[in-house]
Structures are given as C-alpha cells and as structure tokens.
C-alpha cells in the first residue's frame, strides 16, 4: 500500500467504489479493531500507477484525507509487518501463503514520489 486515509476523512465512502484494487472498505467493514474512518487494506493498494492520479483521490472532497504512506515492497516489510502487530493495519493472512506481507505480495507503487514525502504522510494533491 502507499496511501493512508487519515482522521481527516469524513467517510463518505466515495474512494469505495473507485478503487480498481478493492483495496479499500468503509469504516464499518474495516479489519481494524474501533475504526473511526475508511481504511485502505496495504496488501491491495496499486496507487492505481496506470492513471494520472490514485482514483481515490481523485473522487475524495476532502483535502488532507489521503497522504503518501511507504510503498509496500519487500525493503518495508518490517515498517508494515510492526504497523500490523500494533493494529494500524490488518494485514490478510492466507492459509497456505501464510501472511501478506511485502516480502511476500509486493505491490505496484508510483517511484516518482519522493520517500521523504512518504516518510512525512504528503497529502496527495493536484
């Protein structure tokens, strides 16, 4: 995954039925423990590379509502595998596979944005 919905997020739900990935879910069928907002699964998100911009954003009214998060590769695996155990994601876990991890799903992202934006959870912007 390489974007993050934030407590700016007014759950809407427009970003929903946009992503390409089925990526993302409404707070209510979130796999977080107390969700306050719509969550975006790491092990689905493409940052929908093949477009101008993440469909999400796109549709979002939001501004500040998704940022930049670390592209899901296997040289983050660590940095998502601790964000699982401490519940800020819930990663899937296949029951021959074993868990999604980076190492062992990595996913598409956009390399022309820059780490430190992503270090820094840049809202995504026009």
Not at 26 to 45: G, M, N, Q, R
Request: glycine share 2%; proline share 9%.
């Amino acid at each position: 995954m390489s974007i993050l919905i934030t407590e700016e997020c007014i759950n809407c739900d427009a970003c929903v039925d946009e992503c390409p990935a089925t990526a993302i879910v409404s707070a209510d069928d979130s796999p977080i423990d107390d969700p306050e907002f719509t969550y975006v699964k790491p092990e689905k998100c493409i940052e929908c590379v093949d477009c101008s911009v993440p469909k999400c954003f796109d549709v979002c009214p939001t501004p500040g509502a998704i940022v930049w998060d670390m592209p899901y590769i296997s040289e983050f695996d660590e940095y998502y595998m601790q964000r699982h155990n401490e519940g800020i994601y819930k990663i899937r876990v296949h029951k021959k596979k074993g868990i999604f991890s980076p190492i062992n799903q990595t996913r598409p992202f956009r390399e022309v944005i820059d780490m430190q934006d992503r270090l820094n959870y840049k809202p995504l912007e026009f």
